[in-house]
């Protein structure tokens, strides 16, 4: 790693498409950040990705009344996958809702797909705020990818006419299910081919219900899809942010997540 490359303390998501001796635009907000915030300089060397182009080491090249440009250098890292589950979770509590969405994308979910449930406490979803956090989250853990919150739906509607790509993984409360480990080493112990292997890791989905649980409509429907498996986080009810992290947590580390060796830094 280069000596500016470890100075180069701030990492940035860019939409434009990212090359060797480019000039990238900066959003008004990220100059006034760095500017202002964070008191960079023109001269300053910082990360840029994009989540196509992998990483680049860049050199700040204008900062000033919220406009600024970035020139791109060399690439730190080639662009590569990183597949995630998606998951499916209710709205709640703001506070609640940002400290899962940071945490879920710190443990590589692949997509967030809010939805409408029956016993939710609210129907109510700011896309745009809340894709500002994944941003964020993305840009702090050093992914490469910036996952997708999709459009709210009906978490029936959404079982019944966008799940049937996915295998279900969804956590029963009631304790109909397993323990979510051992459903996960039972199917990677099929091989590949089977409902669960590391190469379709982007087709399954955790599904959370809401503060106030899954409807008895809700479970009898999703128990009677073919693509859905039950499962159980443990013998003690969890909060819906809690229960996301501990499904994700699980999943990672059964399918391998975790065996990656983090970023090299000096």
């Not at 090359?19 to 760095?34: N, R, W």
Request: net charge negative; proline share 6%.
């Amino acid at each position: 790693m280069t000596a500016d490359a470890t100075r180069a303390r701030q990492r940035l998501f860019v939409h434009d498409p990212i090359t060797a001796g480019c000039e990238i635009e900066l959003a008004p907000e990220q100059s006034h950040y760095l500017e202002h915030v964070m008191r960079l300089k023109p001269g300053t060397p910082v990360k840029v990705f994009n989540g196509r182009d992998g990483e680049w080491l860049g050199t700040i090249s204008e900062l000033r009344k919220k406009k600024g440009r970035i020139t791109a250098g060399t690439q730190l890292r080639e662009q590569g996958t990183e597949a995630g589950p998606t998951l499916v979770f209710a709205p709640i509590k703001k506070q609640r809702l940002d400290f899962l969405i940071e945490k879920a994308v710190e443990l590589g979910v692949g997509k967030l797909q809010p939805v409408i449930t029956q016993h939710g406490i609210t129907d109510k979803v700011r896309r745009d705020r809340l894709q500002a956090q994944v941003i964020e989250a993305a840009e702090q853990c050093e992914r490469l990818t910036v996952p997708e919150i999709a459009e709210p739906v009906r978490l029936l509607d959404w079982v019944a006419n966008g799940a049937e790509d996915h295998h279900l993984l969804f956590c029963d409360e009631t304790g109909s299910g397993s323990p979510i480990g051992e459903v996960l080493s039972q199917l990677l112990a099929k091989g590949a081919g089977s409902v669960i292997d590391n190469i379709n890791v982007v087709n399954h989905a955790l599904v959370i219900g809401p503060e106030g649980g899954f409807s008895a409509d809700e479970l009898e429907r999703i128990r009677k899809q073919p693509f859905a498996t039950p499962v159980s986080l443990g013998p003690r009810i969890l909060r819906a942010e809690t229960a996301a992290i501990a499904a994700l947590t699980v999943f990672q580390d059964r399918i391998g997540d975790w065996s990656h060796r983090p970023v090299a830094r000096d």
